[in-house]
């Protein structure tokens, strides 16, 4: 079994995984770090590390429900459209942390 640590928004985790997955691993905790960095950068440093954790996972889920969608429309026949690459990219991921905000805003209160 293989054994390695990520960081991820600052914080280190050991994982396991199978033997000659941990490049596979550490590759895949570099997105969500991305994730956790860039909710970081929209004035969500003040999170605590579950907080940025979740909502690092909801970015990637959500990227994953544009993905599918996207191969869905490809398999029927339908033009994907091309991925977002314009300056309308960041205000869309405030607009998603601001959604994914009131979700774990409202779970605190339950």
Do not use: W
């Not at 396991?16 to 994730?35: T, Y």
């Not at 960095?37 to 590390?49: C, L, Y």
């Amino acid at each position: 079994m293989g054994q390695v640590t990520v960081r991820v928004g600052g914080y280190s985790h050991p994982v396991s995984c199978e033997d000659g997955q941990e490049a596979h691993l550490v590759a895949l905790a570099g997105e969500v770090d991305k994730r956790v960095s860039s909710i970081k950068a929209m004035g969500g440093g003040q999170f605590n590390e579950a907080r940025l954790l979740l909502l690092g996972a909801l970015l990637l889920a959500d990227e994953v429900h544009d993905l599918k969608v996207a191969l869905a429309q490809a398999r029927a026949g339908q033009p994907v459209p091309p991925p977002a690459a314009d300056p309308r990219v960041a205000d869309r991921l405030a607009r998603i942390a601001d959604r994914i905000e009131g979700i774990a805003q409202t779970l605190d209160r339950t």
